[in-house]
């Protein structure tokens, strides 16, 4: 008994005075180590913002801030701000530092990780240096790299953004869904903020795009930058004359526009061209085309095909003038080919004839997904000339 | 020179009883630290100071730890001179720090510290077991520099992280990794054994005798412990 007694003493004694020597030697060193921490965070703020005293970490929550900003640091002197991003380029978790000086001037951009093709982006920060939020857009682009330039200029827009934000100032930092979004809203509150974009099936003069409020509500008609709701009763909400008439006018002509099924099996030549075909009552038709884009064996639909083809909804007078054009499904490559579903493609081809329909801009790096996607409309102008009265 | 000198005390770690080479203990930080000549002497020194506090500490209270408690009172000194070696790189060469990461807390449970603990310093004057530190540290330290070299200027073509020009265009990459250190490290071995002809340590017989550490062996003649031949 008395000898563990003495085992236990001597273990706890060793022990104590092991404490105290910890104790001393912590309270000497913790502040250093500490110093010498923040130094290697700070290293890399340093690199966007040269000549930095301090930084200190924002608590980003307390702010509306752009989707992309994870971090946020404040220049103890007052000079500005850090912004640390993850966006998505041709990969994801692209990864971006950019400094921005309390006047709006980008102090200096770097790619801090990145999974892009070309490694051209682990530079082109150094192009951001010195500019504000109105000259990024006119920084040179990658050759080659449309998505990790488009990336990274959106990324150091939302820097500047950002740093307006939370020096107190207010940006617009919706995306444009979101505005678009909220100018639907604002033109028919009663459509409750869900809309479809009207496939036109006729043409509307003067009017831009319609869209349908999912619960019947009612419409609102875009022309130009104006926004003009209608109840569903065909009445414009507007001040604007002239605008009412016009908007009216337009739902009138969806309001009385009818599609009648034209049965396929009756033009054998269109089988493996054409999904679906339907006529108005005016004499216009709405088919539904497939071309082989990426998607099928790389482009090639005679030996075997298989994949997905992209289907595509074209309306039509019946002397071949495209109306209104439509992505309804598509198997491209993520990323890249699979722009076709986007209007920005698509909206390209309303209003273009046999003649001219192949003057478009084609989509960057998809040459495949581009031409298929004209063979879908060639097709449509063959099926409109064979259901209008040609050879079966 | 008598045998047991204070001078032969020093010099025995780095040759005779060389505590990689000879003694093959350490073999973990050995394998892990020698991909640069930096790491290398980081790590050798680390290991020395904590090796000359602990065996100073561990000699001086020779006498009050109890034998049957002399495990956990050993171990309780070396992970705390351990701790304060880690601060005090943290603080001062945090570049050394970030190199050697988790394996300066491993010192720790460096069988050569303990070794040394439980066969010089816990029956040995103060004196004696601080010299052995020493030399132990010192052996260790040249042995991982001078496999560090080896692995680093083949490996990388660098010395300390200075690049040479001509072995630049010529580097072995494999032996930077693991499997390259233990090739590297039984050729040394073997290096050893040849310059001083198997005469360190001598095999006697592949009993206890021949045991490169039967001569600090608590009881030199394990037989007398009941241990089989």
Known sequence: MKKNLKNIAVLVCICAVITVLLAATNAITAPLIEKNQNAAANEALLVVMPGAEGFETVDITAYSLPQTVTEAHKETSGRGYVVKLVTTGYGSDFVIMCGVSSDGVVTGAVCLSSNETLGKEKTYGENFKDKNADDVDAVDTLAGATKTTEAYKNAVKDALNTAVILGGGSVDIRTEEEILADNLNAALPAGEGKFQKHFFAEIVDGVDAVYTADNGAGYVCVIGDAFIGVNADGTAITADAVGADKAAAAVATIKATTLTDIDLTAYPTLANTVVSAKKTATGNFVVETKGAGYGIKGGNEYVPASGEYIIVKVSMTADGKIIDCLTVSQGETANLGDACKDEAFYGQFDGKTEADYTEIDAIAGATMTTDGYKQAIERAFAAVKVLNGGVK | ?229
């Open chain 2, 1 to 229: 020179m008598s045998k047991n000198s204070n001078l032969s005390v020093l010099l025995n770690g780095i040759i005779k009883e060389n505590p990689v080479l000879v003694l093959i203990l350490g073999t973990c930080p050995t394998l892990a630290t020698t991909g640069t000549v930096d790491g290398a002497l980081g790590m050798g020194l680390a290991a020395l100071a904590v090796l000359v506090c602990s065996n100073v500490f561990i000699s001086l209270l020779r006498n009050v730890i109890p034998e049957t408690m002399r495990i956990p009172c050993y171990i309780v000194i070396i992970a705390g001179f351990v701790t304060v070696v880690k601060m005090i790189v943290q603080a001062y060469l945090p570049d050394l720090y970030a190199t050697l990461g988790v394996y300066l807390d491993l010192i720790t449970v460096n069988c050569i510290i303990l070794g040394r603990a439980e066969m010089f310093a816990g029956k040995n004057p103060v004196i004696r077991s601080a010299l052995d530190g020493v030399g132990m540290g010192l052996g260790f330290t040249l042995s991982l520099v001078v496999m560090a070299t080896i692995r680093e200027v083949f490996g990388s073509g660098s010395f300390a992280g200075y690049e040479i020009p001509f072995m630049q265009e010529y580097t072995i990459a494999f032996l930077t990794k693991a499997p390259g250190g233990l090739l590297v490290y039984g050729l040394l071995i073997a290096l050893i054994y040849v310059v001083t002809k198997g005469a360190f340590p001598k095999k006697k017989s592949f009993s206890c005798e021949g045991c490169p550490n039967a001569s600090n062996c608590y009881t030199p003649n394990c037989a007398e412990k009941g241990v089989e031949n």
